[in-house]
């Protein structure tokens, strides 16, 4: 009879159980969408208070450039290390870590009372920050099933767009009221996610392992030498780049335990994802980089105009990216890449046509390119997510993010010269006005370039991307 009772009651306990991991996983994802307002927001707080500080310091632009360009180089490069590092320890170790690491670059920052201490404050500051965006592809694939990761992140990818609202306006409410160095307090709040982190991240198992040290140190300087040589056009820092390259791949294959796995590039659909990731950033960068340009150079807005053009954009994306999340869960992500690819090329091809004409008209085409681009982010990286085992799945999505940041910074450079050299021949015939056409010319190469990756995604991906949730849930099952 006790026998009987027990078996009674075994579904409404499994039925309890279930209810208490969901209810954990969405506090869990509540608090890192948190995490990751503030993470996006100190990466770009203090681009509008550049002039400040360069007035302050009696520094050159170039000078005063590192305070932003420092801190990207260094989240880049972090990201890559904790995801790492993710493979072989607590995330909720890891995390803890990096967070009183930003803190402690936050107070440090805070406290400078030269140039140099603010940039080592900025550098602290980032080596703690990096850990968000490592932890932000990692969390989804080991704390959801295979049908709830794109509800994840897309609640994520609205979190980075939150905070890339969030950041400009923030910045300038706090400059307008007190001095600019105590932007450095607000990343201090993300200490508050520390107890729902100690929660609910505590049931990673540590593993056996060692970090290539020296592995990982070529890695980064491979990386800062490509995104400087780019920057600034140098050969000589092209050669560092190949130099630490060559040295790299020597490292891989001399050593036991690489920091890169040569296992983790033999498996080819990881591989090409990669690729696919980088080049759909490389393009999208377009919407974020040239835009503005675009709106300073045509229409002469002032920087608060420019600003305020963006909004709506970024707005749309906050709102809608757990919609996508929901679209991956329900359809696959192959759905989700048609449409963002559908309403990103729907953006080229309307703000090529259409520069020229009132700003307003081209803060509403960038709706389209905004959520096509986080749209695009989440299918792509769903895609990248089912191509990794899960004890590779710290050290292949810090890749896809050290892969997103090389290709912003090329593409910026390439963007940029493009500018500078001006349009000799008019590409697209719709368009008539006069001053536009180098702008109008990018946007429509980008079309074009866009065309040229749904196509390659469809032969990689497309035939069998629209089956992989449903069988990888089937496989886990059986």
């Known amino acids: ?277 980088f080049l759909i950033t490389g393009i999208g960068y377009a919407v974020p980089f040239l835009t503005p340009q675009m709106l300073g150079e045509v229409y002469q807005l002032s920087p608060e105009w420019i600003g305020l053009s963006l909004v709506p954009a970024a707005l749309a994306s906050a709102l809608l990216g757990r919609k996508g999340g929901e679209i991956v869960d329900s359809k696959g992500s192959r759905v989700l890449f048609y449409t963002a690819a559908i309403l990103m090329l729907l953006c080229f091809i309307l703000v090529s046509t259409f520069v020229g004409e009132p700003p307003m008209w081209i803060a509403a085409f960038l709706i389209l390119g905004n959520v096509g681009q986080s749209f695009m982010l989440i299918a792509v990286s769903h895609t990248i997510a089912q191509t990794l085992p899960r004890e590779q799945a710290g050290i292949g999505t810090g890749l896809q993010s050290l892969m997103n940041f090389m290709s912003a910074a090329i593409a910026a450079s390439l963007y940029g010269k493009m500018v500078d050299q001006g349009a000799g021949n008019v590409w697209n015939p719709l368009n008539e006005h006069e001053g536009v056409h180098v702008f109008s010319n990018i946007y429509l190469a980008a079309s074009l370039g866009l065309v040229l990756i749904v196509i390659a995604y469809t032969m990689q991906f497309g035939r069998k991307n629209s089956h992989n949730a449903r069988s990888t849930h089937s496989h886990m099952k059986g």
């Not at 969405?26 to 990466?43: C, D, H, K, P, Q």
């Open 1 to 277: 009879m006790e026998r009987e009772d027990v078996t009674q009651f075994t579904p409404i306990l499994e039925k309890s159980h279930e209810t208490k991991v969901q209810r954990n996983r969405e506090n869990l994802v509540r608090v890192f969408a948190f995490t990751l307002v503030i993470g996006v927001m100190s990466a770009t707080l203090f681009n509008i208070v550049l002039p400040d500080i360069r007035a302050q310091f009696g520094l050159s632009f170039a000078q005063v450039s590192w305070v932003s360009s420092v801190y990207l180089l260094v989240y880049a490069i972090g990201s890559v290390v904790y995801g790492k590092l993710a493979d072989m320890y607590k995330l909720k170790s890891i995390i803890t870590f990096g967070l009183l690491l930003m803190a402690i670059g936050s107070l440090t920052g805070l406290s400078a009372q030269s140039y140099g201490m603010l940039l080592t404050g900025r550098v602290i500051q980032a080596a703690g920050a990096a850990v968000i965006p490592a932890l932000s592809g990692i969390i989804p694939i080991r704390y959801f099933p295979p049908e709830q990761r794109g509800k994840a992140m897309g609640i994520f990818v609205s979190a980075l767009a939150i905070g890339g609202v969030l950041g400009p306006i923030v910045s300038a409410l706090v400059v307008s009221v007190i001095h600019w160095r105590w932007l450095f307090c607000l990343p201090l709040l993300v200490i508050l996610a520390l107890p729902v982190f100690s929660k609910h991240l505590d049931d990673e198992p540590v593993r056996d392992g060692k970090v290539d040290l020296i592995g990982g140190g070529l890695l980064a300087g491979m990386v800062v030498f490509l995104i400087l040589s780019i920057t600034y056009s140098v050969l000589d820092l092209a050669l560092g780049f190949l130099f630490c390259l060559i040295l790299l791949i020597w490292r891989i294959r001399a050593t036991s335990a690489p920091f890169v796995q040569p296992a983790l590039f033999k498996n080819v659909k990881y591989t090409e994802g990669l690729i696919l990731a």
